[in-house]
């Protein structure tokens, strides 16, 4: 499992630590149990993502939306175990869709097996979540179900594209309800099961859907801006395979007349760039780009509102440490 503070916690509080330090590893115990099967290949099938590991950044934020209430409360972990798994069961379905030959430094599920495996998987890791969600009680059942539904309409949409004259709105719409959507539900039911008040419990809501959507931007300026020991892959890897990232969509709606502007939107407009000199000349061009400057702007701007959204919670050390997440994704960029 990830240090605490790779994910971008600040704890100063060494009590605070220890105790979601706890709930995770129980969290990751329970979730080596709850994909066992009776086949054995499905075992190891379902099991290939859990054991490459991953940030697990739901159960985190389980954990820390629980401190809000009592973070040993018996259906926390189960909480955060059906987070976990409804994520990695959209893994397994991403990476065919995407034709991804590698998952977390690791070959992905459908290239060790097959598409039609993966996709299995996928529908079983779902369904084991389901599961568990059933002993948390019909609301938990009915939140996992419509986080499931915006899931699946956030994939659509990328699926189809901009259907409007705006595509830097439709890719924000995408995020918030394939990566916020996912994270709201984890630090709603980190609240929700630690025994959280209902104000405190909406409050971690809205804090997890937007610290997600801001999460996720700033991975997408770390592939154009970082080298690959601090993004973990090859940089540019998203313009080669032509993924419309909020630099990329900034610099082509740009008027700016400028020689280098002009220059990379000609690049950017031709679709994926595979050729290795353009490639190269691309993201040399929008690491100075006004477009990657704004789109710094935009993942800080969606940072301090996340910070904003917590403002009505107690002054505690969870909370600060919830305050810590803002403040490294509005940096891990700069």
Not at 32 to 41: C, I, K, T
Not at 75 to 84: F, I, N, R, S, T
Request: hydrophobic share 45%.
């Amino acid at each position: 499992m990830a240090g605490l503070t790779s994910i971008g916690v600040d704890f100063v509080d060494s009590v605070l630590e220890a105790s979601v330090l706890r709930t995770l590893g129980a969290v990751e115990a329970e979730l080596r149990l709850s994909v066992e099967s009776a086949d054995p290949f499905v075992t190891e099938a379902a099991r290939h993502l859990v054991d490459a590991g991953g940030k697990r950044f739901r159960p985190l934020l389980v954990a820390l939306g629980a401190q809000f209430g009592d973070p040993s409360a018996p259906l926390v972990v189960p909480a955060a175990v059906v987070m976990e798994l409804t994520h990695l069961a959209t893994l397994y379905h991403d990476d065919v869709m995407d034709e991804a030959a590698v998952r977390r430094g690791a070959p992905s599920a459908n290239s060790r097996w097959t598409n039609s495996v993966a996709i299995l998987v996928g529908d079983y890791l779902f369904a084991r979540a389901a599961d568990i969600a059933a002993d948390l009680g019909p609301e938990a059942v009915r939140l996992q179900a419509r986080t499931f539904a915006r899931l699946v309409h956030g994939q659509i949409a990328e699926t189809v594209g901009p259907r409007t004259d705006d595509p830097v709105a439709h890719y924000l719409d995408v995020i918030s309800e394939k990566t916020g959507s996912l994270i709201a539900t984890s630090a709603r039911f980190g609240g929700m099961f630690g025994g959280a008040t209902p104000a405190h419990i909406e409050a971690l809501a809205g804090y997890g859907e937007t610290i997600g959507v801001a999460f996720q931007l700033s991975d997408d300026l770390l592939d154009i801006a970082s080298d690959s020991v601090q993004s973990g892959k090859t940089p540019g890897t998203d313009l080669r395979e032509g993924v419309p990232t909020l630099p990329v969509l900034y610099a082509l709606a740009s008027d700016d007349a400028d020689a280098a502007s002009v220059r990379l939107r000609e690049i950017l407009a031709a679709g994926p760039v595979t050729d290795d000199d353009l490639h190269a000349e691309a993201l040399g061009l929008l690491r100075e780009s006004p477009a990657l400057k704004r789109a710094r702007e935009t993942v800080r701007t969606y940072a301090e509102e996340a910070r904003s959204q917590l403002a009505s919670l107690p002054d505690t050390s969870s909370r600060r440490a919830l305050e810590s997440l803002c403040d490294f994704i509005a940096d891990r960029t700069n």
